[in-house]
C-alpha cells in the first residue's frame, strides 16, 4: 500500500493549483480518502475528506468554497483542486487513506481515522 502526493508549488496570492494523490498496490476505489495539512510550527490539520464512491465530501472551514476534493477510481488517483489561494495555505499537504467500511463519520477530521499516509508535497503560497 502506497500513497503518492504530487503537484504542489510556489504560487502566488489568488492562484490555484491541484494537488494528486496516486495510490499503488491497492484499489484506491475501496477507500475514503483524506487531506491534511502541516504549516511550519503548527500540528497538522484536516483539510478535506472524500468518499470511496465520491458520494461524500467534507471540507474544513478555512478552506470551504475555495477547495475541491475529486476523485479517479479508474485511475487510482484522488484529487484537490485549490483555487484562490492565500498565504496561510501554506503548508505540506499529505493524503490518508482507510477502507471505507472502517470509516467512522463523525471522526474524518481525526488523524487516528487513517492508517495509511503518503508522503507530503509542499504547497507555498507567496508574492
Known amino acids: 500500500v502506497q500513497l503518492q502526493a504530487f503537484g504542489g508549488g510556489l504560487v502566488q496570492p489568488g492562484g490555484s493549483l491541484r494537488l494528486s494523490c496516486a495510490a499503488s498496490g491497492f484499489t484506491l476505489g475501496h477507500y475514503a480518502i483524506g487531506w491534511f495539512r502541516q504549516a511550519p510550527g503548527k500540528e497538522r490539520e484536516w483539510v478535506s475528506f472524500?468518499?470511496?464512491?465520491?458520494?461524500?465530501?467534507r471540507y474544513a472551514d478555512p478552506v470551504k468554497g475555495r477547495f475541491t476534493i475529486s476523485r479517479d477510481n479508474a485511475k487510482n488517483t484522488l484529487y484537490l483542486q485549490m483555487n484562490n489561494l492565500k498565504p496561510e495555505d501554506t503548508a505540506i499537504y499529505y493524503c490518508?487513506?482507510?477502507?471505507?467500511?472502517?470509516?467512522?463519520?463523525?471522526?474524518?477530521?481525526?488523524?487516528?481515522?487513517?492508517?495509511?499516509w503518503g508522503q507530503g508535497t509542499q504547497v507555498t503560497v507567496s508574492s
Open positions: 490518508a487513506t482507510r477502507l471505507e467500511s472502517q470509516i467512522i463519520s463523525s471522526a474524518i477530521r481525526e488523524q487516528r481515522m487513517y492508517d495509511s
Open positions: 472524500i468518499s470511496s464512491s465520491a458520494g461524500i465530501t
